[in-house]
């Protein structure tokens, strides 16, 4: 049992990891619109944050703990190198400024270390494709709907002084950065509860994972899961949501930075309009049971309502390595993953 909870643990920091590393996601347009300290962001984040489980149910969480493994190749290995690629990479991408997918890290890692245990029967085709397939379609959602935002807004404020503008869109950023908060912490935290979960009620269960089911699940929570159904616990839902919080009120500042500056110079108004079109975004794919990269579809965002200014006015070769990060995301996880499950097999 003792390894089951350090597994859970891993989890719980790999939570924390990925509000840390995606902090940048929310609070970096506020930011560089000094609509908000930094200080003051990361606490407007996180705190919408940790309140997305009263709007959002588990339909992600349900994706990632049985929609890309099957659950009778699952056991704490398993868990172990998925957990570990993710983390890994996270880290990597984290110290160069990176603003990679944590999703799409952990997805990886569930991808490297189920493939090198149980080969292609292991991985569900369907759930991978929808992932993958959303590496594509988040971005450019975002591109799609920050740039048709923009035009609306634009030509409205077309119509006002200038300083008005900025004033009104000061207030208003602070209610667009609240709504992506919601959205990303709805669709992200929801994938440590699916690690979780899995742990929980997937391959492992039995007399070790017993107590641990007994501490986490109500009794008709029990009932559910012993009549084989895959059941998120309110206690992980709630533990999971405070440590994406925490990890966000630490904040990534190297990738703030990138995000924030390095992209596209950003006004209050553009960043409404990006904030925006990504919750929206987010909202959508998160009531499908999408474990959506928030980070790509921000970044398409903020792309969009850029080039919608002036084509010029986009580093296009910052955004250029931002992809060819997203690309190879899911592989490099997948192989740290399978690395780490291959020498826990091995070695312990």
Same mark, same amino acid.
């Given at each position: 049992?003792?390894?089951?909870?350090?597994?859970?643990?891993?989890?719980?920091?790999?939570?924390?990891?990925?509000?840390?590393?995606?902090?940048?996601?929310?609070?970096?347009?506020?930011?560089?619109?000094? &609509?908000?300290?930094?200080?003051?962001?990361?606490?407007?984040?996180?705190?919408?944050?940790?309140?997305?489980?009263?709007?959002?149910?588990?339909? &992600?969480?349900?994706?990632?703990? @049985? %929609?890309?493994?099957?659950? !009778?190749?699952?056991? *704490?290995?398993?868990?172990?190198?998925?957990?570990?690629?993710?983390? +890994?990479?996270?880290?990597?991408?984290?110290?160069? +400024?990176?603003?990679?997918?944590?999703?799409?890290?952990?997805? =990886? =890692?569930?991808?490297?270390?189920?493939?090198?245990?149980?080969?292609?029967?292991?991985?569900?085709?369907?759930?991978?494709?929808?992932?993958?397939?959303?590496?594509?379609?988040?971005?450019?959602?975002?591109?799609?709907?920050?740039?048709?935002?923009?035009?609306?807004?634009?030509?409205?404020?077309?119509?006002?002084?200038?300083?008005?503008?900025?004033?009104?869109?000061?207030?208003?950023?602070?209610?667009?950065?609240?709504?992506?908060?919601?959205?990303? =912490?709805?669709?992200? *935290?929801?994938?440590?509860?699916?690690?979780?979960?899995?742990?929980?009620? %997937?391959?492992?269960?039995?007399? $070790? &994972?017993?107590?641990? !089911? $007994?501490?986490?699940?109500?009794?008709?929570?029990?009932?559910?899961?012993?009549?084989?159904?895959?059941?998120?616990?309110? @206690?992980?839902?709630?533990?999971?949501? =405070?440590?994406?919080?925490?990890?966000?009120?630490?904040?990534?500042?190297?990738?703030?930075?990138?995000?924030?500056?390095?992209?596209?110079?950003?006004?209050?108004?553009?960043?409404?309009?990006? $904030?925006?079109?990504?919750?929206?975004?987010?909202?959508?794919?998160?009531?499908?049971?999408?474990?959506?990269?928030? /980070?790509?579809?921000? /970044?398409?965002?903020?792309? +969009?309502?850029?080039?919608?200014?002036?084509? @010029?006015?986009?580093?296009?070769?910052?955004?250029?390595?931002? &992809?060819?990060?997203?690309?190879? /995301?899911?592989?490099?996880?997948?192989?740290? @993953? *399978?690395?780490?499950? $291959?020498?826990?097999?091995?070695?312990?």
């Amino acid at each position: 049992m003792a390894w089951i909870i350090f597994l859970i643990l891993l989890a719980l920091f790999f939570d924390y990891l990925n509000g840390f590393h995606d902090a940048a996601n929310a609070v970096s347009t506020v930011i560089s619109t000094r &609509v908000l300290s930094p200080r003051l962001a990361v606490w407007w984040a996180a705190f919408f944050n940790f309140v997305a489980f009263l709007i959002f149910g588990t339909a &992600v969480a349900k994706t990632v703990g @049985s %929609g890309i493994i099957y659950t !009778q190749f699952i056991d *704490a290995n398993l868990v172990f190198g998925a957990l570990v690629g993710a983390c +890994g990479w996270n880290l990597i991408t984290w110290w160069f +400024g990176l603003p990679s997918s944590s999703s799409h890290a952990l997805i =990886g =890692g569930l991808i490297g270390a189920g493939f090198l245990k149980g080969g292609t029967s292991a991985l569900v085709a369907s759930g991978i494709f929808k992932t993958v397939a959303f590496i594509f379609i988040s971005p450019m959602l975002g591109f799609i709907l920050s740039t048709v935002i923009g035009i609306i807004v634009f030509n409205i404020a077309n119509n006002f002084k200038p300083s008005r503008v900025d004033g009104f869109f000061r207030r208003a950023e602070l209610f667009s950065a609240a709504a992506y908060s919601l959205g990303y =912490g709805g669709n992200d *935290a929801q994938k440590t509860m699916g690690i979780i979960s899995m742990l929980l009620v %997937g391959g492992l269960a039995g007399a $070790e &994972v017993a107590p641990l !089911q $007994e501490f986490f699940y109500s009794h008709q929570e029990l009932a559910a899961i012993r009549a084989g159904e895959f059941v998120v616990p309110l @206690s992980v839902v709630i533990i999971c949501q =405070g440590a994406i919080a925490l990890g966000t009120l630490s904040g990534g500042w190297r990738i703030v930075k990138t995000m924030g500056q390095k992209i596209t110079r950003l006004r209050p108004v553009d960043g409404f309009c990006a $904030e925006s079109a990504a919750g929206i975004s987010i909202f959508f794919a998160s009531f499908l049971g999408i474990p959506v990269s928030t /980070t790509h579809t921000i /970044t398409g965002s903020i792309v +969009g309502i850029g080039a919608l200014r002036r084509l @010029s006015g986009v580093h296009w070769g910052v955004a250029k390595r931002i &992809v060819w990060a997203w690309f190879i /995301t899911i592989p490099a996880a997948a192989l740290i @993953s *399978a690395i780490a499950y $291959e020498l826990k097999v091995l070695l312990f």
